[in-house]
């Protein structure tokens, strides 16, 4: 079954919205064993939506449309399918009796626009929207399906759930396919692609790799198609671990499983108690460690150094060293997290020191110069970056590499 | 100027990724006066990407290309272009020397995949991209122009903003649109859209206004079309001038602007200094004050205090109030202003405390109950928020609540 995904609304085009429909619907699709072709999006014209569904239903069994079902004027889309579809309108009772059941319950009188929704084409097999007054389309030609659901995120998700996945999945023999997703941090994509040759250039023809970075980490999906949903899964499951075994120390998680959720479980399993010390990041990792439900059970807080000041007076940074060395410095980094570790009484704790951009740097210490220090009482390991002038992507960036480096210490030291 | 915009990725058919670079191009592209026609994504198949950029120039007269320029097997859009626009590929030295001085600060050295990407097809423009290693492309066929650029966002902003629109601008002749948008927070859209209404009901047919809700903000876009762009300005700026006058104490700033940017360029010129005191926000508040460059000249730092220990220890809120009142009251926020306002020194201190969710909450404070304590010396004011469920939502809320209620105490005492 290979399905296109259009989205209809200027609203879309013109930035005001961020279109999650397609994500949720690409997913589900997938998931059951369709395959995406394609997604496209087009403005509240008629000639447009003409335009995208022809176009669609050229390359895919089915089509699915969101947006353009609501009650104002610049919703078109049900009067240019019935067009397209050569259909009549008819009053479609059983809609207009739950829209009155439903006005009745907000205790209002349905508008006149309302009403205007119970027109339905009479050669669409109409489906019930419980969510929201536009009910969804099922339309067939030749073959192929096309089906018009509102573009409100959960009407539509409703109608996708109760009504169009069902419907496809009776009509259409689905090949199953099988996605795995492998989560690294600490190399670039070239780096892992290399690495992973000998085992993904082995990988048969309905396999197929990408990878995904963002900021020090790689995302690395493995997916097959084939008949045999059970063999499949064996097999990506089987790829994915000859994958692993050329990147161990490379994997942090799998799916949708996050840094700083897999830190937590392990200082949860451990009993370990983690502090921060952050200077340039300015809470930014305390932020990140704080976004984990259940956070409190590990992380205990820590100092937002910004000023030498603070780090002097917070976390016992000497003048001497702020002064001989200055606040970006190997020596700065160490002192904060052993300051950290003894006021915070923690058994972990992390220090990151640097100059965030875009400006701020000298000849000795460019923009984009960090130092990090991380570790325990017995044991502390400092890093150097040499980052970008873009601060909030170094911000990121750095958030990214200390999540990854005190999972590492945990896994090396506990 | 007529633009369509492709996305190329099979990881946003299959819903791994919602796809925000379409929103962001498509307000960039409406705000310089171009219109987006429609938008599509297509996987990363050789047919597929074919076919959707011959269907876009049909309709279209720039095609704005993102993803599937990375060093990786998965990535063939160059190739592709290279085939559909006939053209040979050749060694392109400068983007080599680029790469080569890249690697350098990192100190490594750039892999064989990394030689690849500097092959570029002849009758391409290329783009330089300075955040990361894939070049982007101009293309121009029968005075339609296609331009392909990474898939990573801010590869893409970077190379729309310094490359691509600024051509686009010299090459089309754009029907003047002016757009100005008036940033506020503290009430809600139908709130805003009711005070205005006096003003909004009487702008002529080439007005067109809209509202952008976010977490306790919302944007409101007014912009304009016509021949005489000097006019527009004009007219623009006097609409604005009078929507602003309905409700001058939620404006917080125009355009671009943001609240910590707003809030920072106040305490840089009243010579204030601040600290903060978070629990349940975890840093995240430090993190947008910090996010701003130069915010070291009023921002000394803060405890993140998410442990009832760090509070008392570190802010001096007593057991006893602890035990009284509990982590989340409003005792227990005031004790923590204060200690943050004399531990660390400062004109200003913000402290928070609450229940983020999604679990942790009791009859008497469910989950979503946040308490704010701000001020100085002389003043502290506190609020309490029943927020939702959703942790990362309510966190993001908060940090929007505290920045306009930071502004506020600043324009009123100082």
Chains 1, 2 share one sequence.
């Not at 109608?159 to 689905?174: C, N, R, S, Y």
Request: hydrophobic residues 40%; aromatic residues 8%.
């Amino acid at each position: 079954m290979k399905v296109h995904i259009i989205t209809i609304g200027d609203e879309i085009l013109i930035g005001q919205i961020i279109n999650t429909n397609v994500a949720w619907m690409g997913e589900q699709v997938t998931l059951h064993g369709g395959q995406v072709v394609g997604a496209s999006t087009v403005g509240d014209t008629k000639e447009g939506i003409r335009r995208y569904v022809q176009l669609a239903m050229e390359e895919a069994d089915v089509v699915l449309l969101s947006g353009g079902l609501g009650p104002t004027k610049d919703d078109i889309t049900k009067n240019v399918l019935a067009e397209y579809f050569d259909s009549e309108m008819e009053f479609h009772e059983e809609t207009y009796e739950r829209l009155c059941k439903m006005f009745e319950r907000f205790g209002r009188d349905p508008l006149p626009s309302h009403k205007e929704q119970c027109y339905m084409p009479v050669n669409a097999k109409v489906m019930t929207n419980n969510m929201g007054t536009a009910p969804g389309m099922w339309f067939e030609k030749e073959g192929k399906v096309v089906v018009s659901m509102p573009g409100v995120p959960y009407e539509m998700k409703y109608l996708m759930e109760h009504e169009v996945l069902p419907a496809l999945l009776k009509q259409f023999t689905l090949l199953p396919s099988v996605y795995k997703t492998i989560l690294t941090a600490g190399a670039g994509e070239s780096v892992i692609a290399d690495r992973i040759e000998p085992v993904t250039d082995a990988f048969p023809d309905y396999f197929k790799v990408a990878f995904l970075p963002n900021l020090g980490r790689v995302r690395v999906r493995i997916g097959a198609y084939g008949t045999n949903k059970t063999k499949l899964e064996k097999e990506v499951d089987e790829a994915v671990n000859a994958v692993v075994a050329l990147i161990p120390e490379l994997v942090f998680g799998y799916d949708r499983e996050t840094q700083e959720g897999v830190l937590g479980d392990l200082l949860s399993a451990k009993g370990l108690r983690l502090s921060t010390a952050e200077s340039c990041t300015g809470g930014y990792l305390a932020h990140r460690i704080t976004s984990v439900s259940g956070s409190s059970g590990y992380y205990i807080g820590g100092v937002v150094a910004y000023a030498n000041e603070v780090k002097s007076e917070k976390l016992g940074v000497s003048e001497q060293i702020l002064q001989k060395y200055g606040a970006v410095s190997e020596e700065t980094v160490v002192a904060m997290v052993n300051g950290a570790l003894e006021r915070y009484q923690t058994d972990l704790s992390i220090a990151i020191s640097g100059i965030a951009g875009p400006t701020g740097g000298t000849e000795a210490k460019p923009v984009g110069t960090i130092w990090l220090a991380l570790g325990n009482q017995n044991n502390v390991k400092t890093y150097k970056l040499q980052l970008t002038k873009d601060r909030l992507k170094n911000i990121e960036y750095i958030g990214n590499f200390s999540l990854n480096k005190l999972r590492h210490f945990v896994l090396e030291n506990y």
